[in-house]
């Protein structure tokens, strides 16, 4: 199963693959149905979630029912407990939508049209379609900006964020997640490094182009935000940890003043 859909990920062009996930990985789940863990945004259990990863496969990953990873669960438990998100509707933008989030935030913001947006640079499943290193929206413009695991795929990271920053009304704010291994002081990226496979070996991915370390929030700042970094995980019960299967990830909240 592990290299199954390792070879999945790196061979499969994205824009397929998210067509396809919705009714092969299901099927998958089939084969792990059972009572030993359970997904915050769909309600499914199983004995364990399945394997997922490009290089190295983690163990209890991929929801089977939504496709939410260890990732997705902690974000959704954050919003959905820390934030008035799902009480209100907000002007929101959601830039390369998880479609575990996007499943619940289309139908709660279905009454308000316009304002919740997706976008993307190419998915199928998005509203607008745009490079997010020059977004074209207003200065401004939204309440809530939802971008998550994208800045690490984006050859000017600063210029997004800056973008960010420029559509965000004073007042708003944003969750803007990235892989961040905390072991680096500093944010490591090397443009000269183009190679798809040498990528791979050296950024954990093909087409990420940057490892970001605990500099990450400093990096956000750096846009005119301000930023919270958030061990939330740590917030919770070991025994939701474990029914969850989170990660130890932070959340990282911005603010516009």
């Given at each position: 199963?592990?290299?199954?859909?390792?070879?999945?990920?790196?061979?499969?062009?994205?824009?397929?693959?998210?067509?396809?996930a919705g009714w092969a990985v299901p099927i998958l789940g089939l084969f792990y149905r059972?009572?030993?863990?359970?997904?915050?945004?769909?309600?499914?259990?199983?004995?364990?979630?399945?394997?997922?990863?490009?290089?190295?496969?983690?163990?209890?990953?991929?929801?089977?029912?939504?496709?939410?990873?260890?990732?997705?669960?902690?974000?959704?438990?954050?919003?959905?407990?820390?934030?008035?998100?799902?009480?209100?509707?907000?002007?929101?933008?959601?830039?390369?939508?998880?479609?575990?989030?996007?499943?619940?935030?289309?139908?709660?913001?279905?009454?308000?049209?316009?304002?919740?947006?997706?976008?993307?640079?190419?998915?199928?499943?998005?509203?607008?379609?745009?490079?997010?290193?020059?977004?074209?929206?207003?200065?401004?413009?939204?309440?809530?900006?939802?971008?998550?695991?994208?800045?690490?795929?984006?050859?000017?990271?600063?210029?997004?964020?800056?973008?960010?920053?420029?559509?965000?009304?004073?007042?708003?704010?944003?969750?803007?997640?990235?892989?961040?291994?905390?072991?680096?002081?500093?944010?490591?990226?090397?443009?000269?490094?183009?190679?798809?496979?040498?990528?791979?070996?050296?950024?954990?991915?093909?087409?990420?182009?940057?490892?970001?370390?605990?500099?990450?929030?400093?990096?956000?700042?750096?846009?005119?935000?301000?930023?919270?970094?958030i061990d939330y995980a740590a917030s919770l019960t070991e025994e939701e940890r474990r029914r969850y299967a989170l990660p130890t990830d932070h959340i990282y909240v911005?603010?516009?003043?």
């Open positions: 199963m592990k290299r199954l859909i390792r070879w999945a990920l790196n061979h499969i062009p994205r824009p397929v693959l998210q067509r396809m059972g009572r030993g863990v359970e997904c915050p945004l769909c309600g499914s259990h199983y004995r364990r979630f399945l394997p997922y990863g490009y290089v190295h496969s983690r163990a209890n990953a991929l929801c089977p029912h939504c496709l939410s990873l260890e990732r997705h669960r902690l974000l959704w438990l954050y919003l959905t407990r820390e934030t008035d998100l799902l009480q209100s509707h907000p002007r929101t933008l959601h830039i390369a939508p998880e479609v575990c989030i996007m499943r619940h935030l289309k139908p709660h913001f279905a009454a308000y049209p316009g304002r919740y947006v997706t976008a993307d640079l190419e998915s199928p499943l998005a509203d607008l379609h745009f490079d997010v290193q020059q977004i074209p929206l207003a200065d401004n413009s939204v309440d809530v900006i939802l971008c998550n695991h994208l800045l690490e795929h984006v050859a000017d990271d600063r210029r997004a964020l800056r973008e960010l920053h420029r559509i965000l009304k004073p007042g708003g704010w944003g969750i803007v997640l990235s892989p961040v291994e905390p072991d680096y002081e500093q944010t490591f990226e090397d443009d000269t490094i183009t190679d798809p496979d040498e990528r791979t070996r050296i950024f954990g991915q093909y087409d990420h182009r940057r490892i970001y370390g605990a500099d990450y929030a400093d990096r956000l700042r750096g846009a005119g935000f301000d930023a919270a970094d911005v603010y516009k003043h």
